[in-house]
């Protein structure tokens, strides 16, 4: 018929889960209850063991819920490789390279150590068969990578370990994949030699993105700028991470390790903080649908049927993987209320796990019945994932606990200095010298534990979400401080904050000269590079102690300081000189 509207299922689909959306977000965000609880239990109730079970009886009931969980997979895939992207926009190659030791060292003894022992108790304790046992143990062993790092961050001690273990779960995510299939009972000699060709053709891909990147990405971004075109810019970004997805996914690697490159890539370029903020709604939506599908897939019809073994099977898993990450973490030195939160945090199993199980599946070493009993304990574990998070923090104060200070904010403005470390508590001792009001915000809970045992006033907060600042006052602080030795989070922070705030007094801590025209730019009232200030007082010390008068030596130094700032005139684009007047100390 003419004009009749006919309705897609995957149009159906797309307006259940924005409707979700816009229930889940506003609603639990306003009971400060994570989303990811929210989505979940919104695909407990739409998914086919819930409301889509019903559409026979009442066909309404298709429009308000999805009964084919499959056509959600592939946006489900897509919300895992833009949260790697997004964790690469977050880090760099230098950093990635000092986590070298926690990704080769704590990932793999905590991998293997609970695949191995996991895989002992299911072959001598259920009697599985070897292969069963190592699939099923393996796969248990991952945690969740889209869960996890969301709830933890990547620059907490916690969130850092948290990390390091996820990015080598993986990078072993193809090796257990293919070493299942050369357990197979039909399986062929061609395994090793796949195995082999993949590494060598994936290594490939790798080292022609980096070399590619390196030169094409900021030449592409650049672009894509002078259009002043945000759409051109969202598409160069959906470019480099779906093509570089593609391209590892092409050599049998997974087409995550090509969305972190990616993210590490333009990280490294001057317009990551751009393509971070373009990126962020489809991340969490497309992270959305991934959580959806997670709780599409609880049957809980089942698991009533079966309650007191599922319920045994998910607190073992938890609390088996809890007491080993916890135990590894001690051994490596972290603090006990680190070791034991990211234990907790680190318990559940993965959506990895759900892949794992479906590969042990389909070549035989796992049979289905089994599979779908640990599937239904993965989606438990992955569910209360968010409760995880809050029990880890509870055990890590009790465990170490820290002295509450007295609040004594009566709502007076006060400077916000951001990092606790030597610099930023220097500055909290100037600040309580002149009774000037102030707080310390640090995004590491161990510096925030040490700042509070000595007495400052400090709060554990990530200044990069801008309601951190905005509940400690920003709109009315007199100044914002950065004493972070985090070049690009500080550049990006001053850029977001100067357009928000434009007559803030913004003082940052810069790593040299350049780095000090970079803030310039970006809007920062006063950048001090360290090195320059620390040159000079070195130079006044030894001038002065060899017997240098000490009127020209302080001349010398203000004339040196001088040339600097008109350097820093050129270099920053600025329409007068900066000041360059404040010293600081190593941190």
């Given at each position: 018929m003419a004009g009749e509207l006919t309705m897609s299922p995957v149009m159906?689909?797309?307006?259940?889960?924005?409707?979700?959306?816009?229930?889940?977000?506003?609603?639990f965000a306003r009971f400060r209850i994570t989303p990811i609880i929210g989505f979940i239990l919104i695909g407990i109730l739409v998914g086919p063991y819930g409301l889509g079970s019903l559409v026979d009886q009442f066909e309404w009931l298709q429009y308000v819920s999805i009964s084919d969980p499959d056509r959600l997979t592939p946006f489900a895939d897509f919300g895992i490789i833009l949260l790697l992207f997004a964790?690469?926009?977050?880090?760099s190659f230098n950093r990635l390279w000092q986590l070298r030791r926690l990704v080769f060292g704590l990932g793999s003894l905590e991998l293997l150590i609970i695949g191995s022992i996991s895989a002992g108790f299911f072959g001598y304790a259920s009697g599985m068969a070897t292969e069963a046992a190592l699939a099923l143990g393996f796969a248990l062993a991952f945690s969740s990578t889209a869960i996890v790092l969301p709830i933890s961050g990547t620059k907490s001690p916690v969130g850092r370990a948290a990390l390091s273990m996820l990015l080598f779960e993986d990078i072993m995510i193809v090796p257990i994949i293919f070493i299942l299939g050369a357990l197979a009972p039909?399986?062929?000699?061609?395994?090793?030699s796949d195995l082999t060709n993949t590494l060598i053709q994936g290594g490939i891909v790798i080292l022609v993105l980096l070399v590619a990147g390196r030169f094409a990405?900021?030449?592409?971004?650049?672009?894509?700028?002078?259009?002043?075109?945000?759409?051109?810019?969202?598409?160069?970004?959906?470019?480099v991470v779906i093509g570089a997805s593609l391209a590892t996914a092409a050599t049998g690697l997974s087409p995550i390790v090509g969305a972190l490159i990616a993210g590490l890539l333009i990280a490294e370029t001057e317009y990551h903080g751009e393509v971070e903020s373009i990126m962020e709604p489809f991340k969490g939506l497309a992270l959305g649908v991934f959580l959806i599908t997670i709780g599409m897939s609880i049957d809980l019809r089942v698991i009533w049927a079966d309650l007191g073994t599922i319920m045994g099977a998910v607190v073992g898993v938890l609390v088996f993987k809890a007491v080993v990450t916890g135990a590894l973490l001690r051994m490596m030195g972290a603090r006990r209320s680190t070791a034991a939160e990211t234990g907790v945090l680190m318990a559940s199993?993965?959506?990895?796990?759900?892949?794992?199980?479906?590969?042990?599946t389909s070549a035989l070493v796992v049979d289905t019945e089994t599979a779908q009993f640990w599937q239904i304990v993965t989606a438990i574990g992955l569910t209360i994932t968010p409760l995880l998070a809050k029990l880890g923090r509870a055990i890590a104060r009790r465990v170490?606990?820290?002295?509450?200070?007295?609040?004594d904010d009566d709502g007076e403005p006060r400077t916000i200095i951001v990092g606790a470390g030597r610099v930023g508590r220097l500055i909290a001792d100037m600040m309580t010298a002149h009774d000037q009001p102030h707080v310390l915000i640090d995004s590491d809970p161990d510096v925030v534990d040490a700042a509070k045992r000595k007495g400052y006033r400090v709060m554990f907060g990530d200044a990069a979400r801008g309601d951190v600042l905005a509940r400690v006052g920003i709109a009315e602080a007199p100044a914002l401080v950065f004493t972070m030795d985090e070049p690009v989070l500080a550049q990006r922070l001053v850029a977001r904050l100067r357009a928000d705030h434009s007559e803030l007094l913004i003082v940052v801590r810069a790593r040299d000269t350049d780095h000090a025209a970079q803030l310039y730019r970006a809007g920062a009232s006063h950048a001090v590079p360290e090195n320059l200030e620390s040159s000079l007082q070195l130079s006044e010390a030894v001038l002065v102690d060899i017997g240098v008068a000490m009127g020209p030596v302080i001349a010398s130094i203000h004339e040196k300081r001088d040339e600097f700032r008109e350097q820093l005139e050129v270099d920053g684009g600025l329409k007068s000189p900066p000041k360059l007047r404040t010293s600081t100390v190593e941190n």
């Open positions: 159906q689909d797309a307006l259940v889960i924005l409707g979700s959306a816009g229930i889940v977000i506003p609603v964790i690469g926009l977050e880090l039909t399986a062929s000699g061609d395994s090793v990405l900021p030449s592409l971004f650049s672009q894509a700028a002078r259009t002043k075109s945000p759409e051109l810019f969202l598409a160069a970004s959906m470019l199993p993965s959506e990895t796990t759900l892949i794992v199980l479906a590969a042990a170490e606990a820290v002295p509450d200070l007295p609040d």
